[in-house]
């Protein structure tokens, strides 16, 4: 690899994964580019941080447990650390800690964007076994980013995404928990990035149609729906800002 040549972090937001972090770790360590696995442990109340660090990951933790969005900023600051002067910033992939052997299957979501075809490259899992969702959820993030950007994206919940940190940092602050993909994606497409969806063979543990599993549902809906209302207010705002101005609004 040159001394320029592009470098990714694989970043890892993980709450209670230990059955699962060390393979997925091992898995993402064989990702092309990859020279830093990074796990950020959300507050987890089992082995995660240590079972992570034997397998080979960096790990930092947060002390109590604060979402997904927040330990995807938590990681992507500790990269920035990391990232070495006169080199460029490395690239960002963000998995899910439960991908297991199937997380080297990420790859393909960084073609793109170290080619420079995109800005986020975000992953369409394939159908998985078990899951008990009924579209609710992913209907109403699908209706919102395509009402406020005009792409109607096929998985808009996938946290599987490669990005620049140029796109990271134009998409912070991230919206809060599981509203972070809709949000990201909104913020990105309206700023002018693009996005692609990139087929990758991946399996994770799906929720289920039992009670614990309609609980997850209730809470990214409700999540999904907070940073949506937050991004309509924001569009509105600057909406009423450009009329003042002369200046032309966004559209929505
Ligand atoms: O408080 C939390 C909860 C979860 N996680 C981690 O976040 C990831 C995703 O969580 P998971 O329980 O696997 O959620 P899913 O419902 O399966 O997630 C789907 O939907 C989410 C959006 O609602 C996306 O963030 C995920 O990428 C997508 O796989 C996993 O690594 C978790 O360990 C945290 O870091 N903090
Ligand atoms: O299981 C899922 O796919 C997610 O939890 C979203 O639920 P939904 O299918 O009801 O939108």
Not at 2 to 26: L, S
Not at 34 to 50: A, F, P, R
Not at 142 to 156: D, F, K
Request: charged share 25%; proline share 5%.
């Amino acid at each position: 690899m040159g001394k320029n040549a592009q470098r990714v972090a694989v970043i890892i937001p993980a709450k209670d994964e230990a059955e699962r972090i060390a393979a997925t770790v091992r898995s993402a360590r064989a990702i092309p580019h990859v020279d830093l696995v990074l796990v950020v442990d959300d507050g987890s109340e089992d082995k995660t941080q240590h079972v992570a660090r034997d397998a080979g990951a960096v790990v930092v933790r947060h002390s109590h447990n604060r979402g997904k969005a927040a330990a995807m900023e938590t990681g992507a600051a500790v990269v920035a650390m990391r990232d070495a002067d006169g080199r460029p910033p490395r690239l960002l992939l963000f998995i899910d800690g439960d991908l297991g052997d199937t997380a080297v299957n990420t790859a393909p979501l960084v073609r793109p964007v170290r080619e420079g075809v995109a800005d986020v490259a975000i992953a369409l899992l394939p159908k998985q076994a078990g899951a008990g969702g009924r579209g609710i959820v992913v209907g109403a993030a699908r209706r919102a980013i395509e009402s406020m950007t005009g792409w109607s994206p096929t998985q808009p919940l996938s946290g599987m995404r490669c990005l620049t940190r140029e796109a990271f940092e134009a998409a912070t602050p991230l919206a809060r928990g599981w509203g972070v993909e809709t949000g990201m994606t909104i913020d990105l497409l309206r700023r002018g990035y693009v996005a692609v969806e990139v087929p990758c063979d991946l399996k994770h543990r799906a929720s289920a149609n039992d009670l614990k599993g309609q609980m997850h549902r209730a809470a990214q809906y409700r999540d999904v729906m907070l940073a949506v209302g937050a991004r309509r207010a924001r569009a509105a705002v600057d909406g009423v800002r450009s009329a003042g101005t002369g200046t032309q609004p966004v559209r929505s």
